[in-house]
């Protein structure tokens, strides 16, 4: 599979359609999941985008006790500092319906944390769907342009990030890449030069961790002058 046989990119311009063509998709990964090996595993994007899927994931009926919650990535701020990607994910209902929940003990400091996680999920591996987000820069995870990642690990902290806060634990490429699936939420106008960028072939974090991917890519974004210069 060529990296652009891997990638499925979809336009769904209204905000409710979008959300929900994402919820609707995982719901079926899942499905799928548990069908095949009895658990659906789920690594989750951070940031905002992703909030009100999440939401809607945490009203829908789902099979929550095979359901394994997973981070891509974590702030380090303490555990219940509202900036927190396991916060946000917290307020929106989704993690207390989940049978097993699996933060990222980012509290403790971006060396300890991402050593601890890295030996919870090395007995997880391959997950079967991935969720990112991409900033504008083009970063996923907390991966990123301009910053080295040592792809020996699953695992990396991270100082001096350009988003806020500066230290985080993020996956690397070749954690979220052990994936039978992958999924990358892009809404809004301000990620449409990263999103032109990517699709003409600019090596980006988000490119990179796409094409560790061992599974299909599926990309839903609302900018489609992005994809389409010509339209
Ligand atoms: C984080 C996220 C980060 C996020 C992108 C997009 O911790 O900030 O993991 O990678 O997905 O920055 O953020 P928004 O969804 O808020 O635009």
């Known amino acids: 599979?060529?990296?652009?046989?891997?990638?499925?990119w979809f336009v769904i311009e209204e905000s409710t359609a979008l959300i929900k063509a994402a919820a609707d998709l995982i719901?079926?990964?899942?499905?799928?999941?548990i069908l095949e090996h009895d658990r659906?595993?789920?690594?989750?994007?951070?940031?905002?985008?992703?909030?009100?899927?999440?939401?809607?994931?945490?009203?829908?009926?789902?099979?929550?006790?095979?359901?394994?919650?997973?981070?891509g990535d974590e702030r380090c701020l303490p555990s219940d500092d509202d900036e927190r990607n396991s916060e946000m994910v917290r307020a929106t209902g989704l993690s207390e319906k989940v049978?097993?929940?699996?933060?990222?003990?980012a509290e403790l400091g971006a060396e300890r944390?991402?050593?601890?996680?890295?030996?919870?999920?090395?007995?997880?591996l391959p997950f079967d769907l991935v969720l990112l987000g991409m900033?504008?820069?083009?970063?996923?995870?907390?991966?990123?342009?301009?910053?080295?990642i040592d792809d020996s690990r699953f695992v990396v902290p991270v100082h001096d990030a350009p988003k806020p806060p500066p230290d985080r634990v993020s996956l690397t490429p070749k954690a979220l890449g052990q994936c039978n699936e992958m999924m990358v939420l892009v809404t809004g106008a301000a990620k449409a030069d990263a999103l032109r960028r990517w699709?003409?072939?600019?090596?980006?974090?988000?490119?990179?961790?796409?094409?560790?991917?061992?599974?299909?890519?599926?990309?839903l974004t609302d900018q489609r002058q992005a994809l389409d210069p010509e339209k």
């Open 113 to 124: 944390a991402a050593e601890e996680y890295e030996s919870l999920i090395e007995s997880a």
């Open 199 to 219: 699709v003409s072939g600019e090596e980006l974090p988000v490119s990179r961790v796409t094409s560790s991917a061992q599974g299909p890519v599926t990309v």
């Open 135 to 148: 900033g504008e820069d083009g970063h996923t995870a907390s991966l990123f342009p301009g910053y080295e």
């Open 99 to 105: 049978a097993a929940h699996f933060s990222i003990p």
């Open 40 to 71: 659906f595993s789920l690594v989750l994007a951070g940031g905002t985008t992703p909030r009100e899927v999440y939401e809607r994931l945490a009203q829908s009926d789902a099979q929550w006790d095979k359901w394994h919650l997973y981070y």
């Open 1 to 8: 599979m060529t990296q652009e046989d891997k990638i499925r």
């Open 27 to 33: 719901l079926a990964s899942a499905q799928c999941a």
